[in-house]
């Protein structure tokens, strides 16, 4: 008898306290969180407020469910999310994956409603990944999450800007327009009459390691979007709510989406609640449905969920961490790229807020990507784990194999000293590393 996880060669060790940004496991010293778990815990570990607010709820009600009952918690949630995002609806579900189907039912849905239920396929592009279940991972263009569910290789094909290896000839502007052309390009090939959204990360998370657009990509993939009547969906699971030093990765271009997913940063890793966004006009249309939306999971708009989302909320607002992840993270982005100039394995450091890629190359400095069996992404995760630091891999990102990376998103309040050690402790674990040893190490999955 025995847990099933998804390594059965390595035992995980067993967390025993987690406070602020540091998690201590059994028989072992604090390590510090460098990645907020799965870039989800923004707020730092067992937050006080966070817990009193939610032990709170549970005294009052636990579970209502939705048909049934509404609660406080959920219907000042849903207020308080579209009046700080500028929506105009908000519908809940449990996971970032259940957020994405329910946005791309939605979207489905606003097509159906006005007599064009033929426009129902979704884009997607290469570099993404938006969700663990059947469809979402169908969506995703993530390979090695695809190949591990069966699900065929070939993916989604609209192309996510990554600047780092764009055509040599283009410069960084060029590059971002040929990239929205080509979206422009599937559109026409498709027939516009056939798409109903257009499913993206407005800064890809953990698939492409912080990977930041051009600027004027957005603006155009805008209008190409309106241009053919096809609506745009943000995933901002991983990005929403502060991560990238705004409430969404989006308002860094200006960019409003018509339909966004929410999940990782609403819950703060404390209950799990992920959310959709729906604009004004969208939520119009979804309105003629007299039967409302037929989406919800049993434990949706769950009380004790809700008010913990609200108190991770409270949080954020009360501590001002969106101006902070903007202003710290700049900081910490910068003292970064200062902590590894020099070592040949890095090919880039990117991103913005508190989410930072740190993309691994062949030690020659010549930025070509390690073959992807040795899975050097994993490897330097290990090595940091052992050096007491808890990083997040990313790998696959490079012609749908190769791609190595490791992403440090730390908890938006985690103290300015606790980012200077982070920054030292990655740049001590890169340079001691030898990169033909740990190509030779056993590659774990
Ligand atoms: C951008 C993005 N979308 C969707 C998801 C899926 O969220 P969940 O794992 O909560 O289902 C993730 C998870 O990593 C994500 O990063």
Redesign the pocket.
Known sequence: MTLITSDFTRPAPVATHARGSTITAEGGEASIDACSG??SCNVGHCHPHVLAQTIAQLKRTDFVYRTQLTSAPIEELAQRLCARLGYAGALFAN??????EAAVRSARLHWALQGRPEKSRILSRSIS????TEL?LSLSGHAPRRRDAGIHDTGPIVPTPYPLRRPGHMTLREYGTACAQALEDEILRIGAGNIAAFLV?PIV???GAAMVPPEGYWPQVRAICDRHDVLLIA?E???GLGRTGAWLAQDHFDLKADIV?L??GLNGGYAPI?CVLLSGPVLDVLRRQETGLRLGHTHANHPVSAACANAVLDVIEDEDLVARASCEGTRFGQALRDACKGIGMVAEIRGCGFLWGVELSLPDHSRAPFPAQFAMASKLVKAASTAGLIVYPASGFIDRRAGDAIILAPPLNTPSAVLDVICSRVADVLAACDATTLMQEKAYA
């Open positions: 799965a870039i996971s970032g994956s259940e957020a994405i990944y938006h969700g663990s979402t990360e998370g953990a698939s995933d699971v991983l990005t997913a999940g990782k992920s």
